[in-house]
């Protein structure tokens, strides 16, 4: 199996832009998450799905944010307009059902807003 | 909401010296995991544990948990320059969603 495969691996785009950040989960994997990890506050979820369908999106900053999966083997995390304090690095991952199972992390997006 | 708190925050040791890296929380979790990153890369899980006090090895790596499932330690024996990275504990409750520690950033030094 290839992973959990995110794309692209960097962007750096102007502030006011649109970025989409693209996750393939593992296949077979019910849930997936986005989660955003800077220097100040470390690994932060921000979005959750299980079955294709959100759970939790407590934890998206604000309505700027949004994400989607449309299927179970792509989602995507919209962010629209940037700014630079989304400057981060955002990573998705999966797991299989069940709480005792860990999380695949792909090699996530650092996401530049100048 | 729940927090994880690590300690030490940053650890630099020389090659072949044992440590030990803490996890805290006032709240008790179902389950507690350990995962270390590298630069670059996404967390690596290392463990998964899930009754209070227990302990598991992974070669040089011993893990425990707990006996209240509110707290974890990572205790690495003869430390080696592979073992540099950042470690994250994570805690989970009911649900799948994990809860992150603040991470340890563990240099070893050849």
């Known amino acids: 199996d290839a992973g959990v495969i995110q794309s692209p691996r960097h962007e750096v785009t102007e502030m006011g832009q649109e970025v989409t950040l693209r996750c393939k989960p593992i296949?077979?994997?019910?849930?997936l998450f986005w989660y955003r990890q800077t220097m100040m506050r470390g690994l932060e979820l921000l979005i959750y799905?299980?079955?294709?369908?959100?759970?939790?999106d407590s934890g998206m900053p604000e309505d700027r944010f949004s994400a989607k999966m449309p299927n179970a083997s792509f989602s995507t995390l919209k962010i629209q307009p940037s700014e630079p304090r989304d400057s981060a690095v955002y990573f998705c991952?999966?797991?299989?059902?069940?709480?005792?199972?860990?999380?695949?992390f792909g090699s996530g997006t650092r996401l530049t807003v100048v | 909401t729940q927090l994880l708190e690590q300690s030490p925050q940053f650890l630099s040791i020389q090659e072949g010296e044992n440590l030990t890296v803490y996890c805290n929380s006032s709240?008790?979790?179902?389950?507690l995991q350990w995962y270390r990153q590298e630069p670059g890369e996404g967390p690596v899980l290392l463990v998964t544990?899930?009754?209070?006090?227990e302990v598991k090895k992974l070669k040089r790596l011993t893990f425990q948990f707990g006996d209240a499932r509110k707290d974890s330690s990572l205790h690495i024996t003869a430390a080696q320059p592979g073992d540099t990275g950042l470690y994250l504990c994570?805690?989970?409750?009911?649900?799948?969603?994990?809860?992150f520690g603040t991470g340890t950033r563990l240099t070893i030094i050849p």
């Open positions: 544990v899930v009754t209070g006090g």
């Open positions: 709240s008790v979790f179902s389950s």
């Open positions: 991952a999966s797991t299989p059902w069940g709480r005792n199972y860990g999380y695949t």
């Open positions: 994570a805690g989970a409750s009911g649900n799948e969603k994990l809860t």
């Open positions: 296949s077979g994997h019910n849930s």
């Open positions: 799905f299980n079955n294709n369908v959100p759970i939790d």
